[in-house]
């Protein structure tokens, strides 16, 4: 059942209902390999591989990131990271001083930084102690002018990913429009909700390259949904934001599909591994099960163990400040090696 409410037009902020984009050079001719001399974007003549402007909409990549999902470069926005794409769909959606979005803690803290950097109020709904959506509370705070719902899953930090009857409730339910962040999807084995963008017009799913294609240092966040969303999108992103060499890593990358399948298994191998470890050390009181490339335990008192855990050379992610998150580490998966270190130093202490 689809959700018949559901009208873009009004979520769209009138401002960028009626903005006419800047036109690049690029954006005006592109460059079809049959014409030799620029002289249209005052760029430099000599050429060093990087003197010429980006592709503005990186249209090899997205093919190639397209065939995966079997959907058109139309349904696709990259960004500098995910940071990015969400950024713009804050400013394409909201209107600040009036709109409101609604978030899940325990989650993912830069749907909040956003909301503020966009003067956006963010309505929180907490988890229920289970870390399961607590859907009832979630309607009761919808209103007319909420655009947006924030869902992470897996979810950051708890790891846990969310039913999706749960999911399925808040596409046909609501209104606005369901922000479905799918940073970790690769290390679950539920498949990713990209195919139901068809299904379900008022959905988005953003993706990255940061976690299991272990890209991090490019910056590349994908934003998935249907062409009338992403033409939104792409009237206001910044006409060259994915620069030339983040390109290029991001196409080799994902040419490397067996890498990558074998980086992800081996994870998911060690996840389970440490998982059965971290039970055998006396001060961790509660491990949580994981979907994703992390583990997030409860301890007896997390700024201790916190401390000696560094001392020992070991950087972790302390969270016990997140709501329903007290005396809460979290431990990203590393190499087989590093995942030894970190127990025998976990038995030392
Ligand atoms: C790591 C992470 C991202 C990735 O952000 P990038 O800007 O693409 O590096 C997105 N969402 C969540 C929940 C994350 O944990």
């Not at 460059?31 to 249209?40: A, L, V």
């Not at 947006?148 to 899953?153: D, E, G, K, T, V």
């Not at 997030?296 to 969270?319: F, H, M, P």
């Amino acid at each position: 059942m689809s959700n018949l409410d559901f009208n873009i037009d009004n979520l769209v902020r009138d401002n960028v209902k009626n903005l006419k984009p800047y036109s690049s050079a690029r954006d005006e001719y592109i460059s079809d390999g049959s014409r030799k001399i620029f002289m249209d974007a005052n760029e430099s003549p000599f050429d060093n591989g990087l003197n010429r402007y980006p592709d503005p909409q990186q249209r090899l990549l997205k093919k190639k990131i397209a065939d995966r999902f079997d959907m058109a470069t139309s349904q696709i926005l990259l960004g500098n990271g995910s940071d990015e794409v969400l950024d713009l769909i804050f400013r394409g959606f909201c209107e600040p001083g009036s709109d409101n979005i609604i978030t899940m803690p325990p989650t993912y803290g830069m749907y909040k930084v956003l909301a503020g950097v966009n003067d956006i109020e963010n309505r929180e709904v907490c988890l229920t102690t289970e870390f399961e959506l607590d859907l009832e509370a979630i309607f009761s705070q919808v209103d007319e002018n909420t655009k947006l719902i924030m869902l992470c899953s897996p979810n950051n930090p708890t790891g846990n990913r969310f039913s999706d009857d749960d999911l399925k409730s808040l596409l046909t339910q609501f209104r606005g429009l369901l922000v479905l962040d799918e940073a970790y999807i690769d290390f679950s084995d539920k498949a990713s909700w990209v195919s139901q963008i068809k299904e379900y017009p008022n959905l988005i799913v953003t993706q990255t390259l940061s976690k299991a294609y272990g890209m991090a240092g490019i910056r590349l966040g994908i934003c998935y949904a249907s062409e009338s969303i992403i033409e939104i999108l792409n009237r206001i992103k910044p006409p060259y934001n994915i620069n030339q060499l983040s390109q290029q890593s991001a196409m080799k990358r994902l040419e490397s599909v067996d890498v990558i399948a074998d980086q992800v298994s081996e994870i998911l191998r060690e996840r389970e591994k440490l998982i059965v470890q971290l039970g055998e050390i006396p001060f961790i009181e509660k491990i949580y099960p994981s979907d994703a490339n992390f583990v997030l335990v409860r301890v007896d008192d997390a700024d201790r163990r916190y401390s000696q855990i560094l001392n020992r050379g070991v950087v972790v992610r302390n969270r016990s400040n997140l709501p329903l998150c007290e005396n809460t580490l979290r431990f990203t998966v590393g190499t087989a090696e590093e995942n030894r270190q970190l127990i025998q130093i976990l038995k030392s202490i």
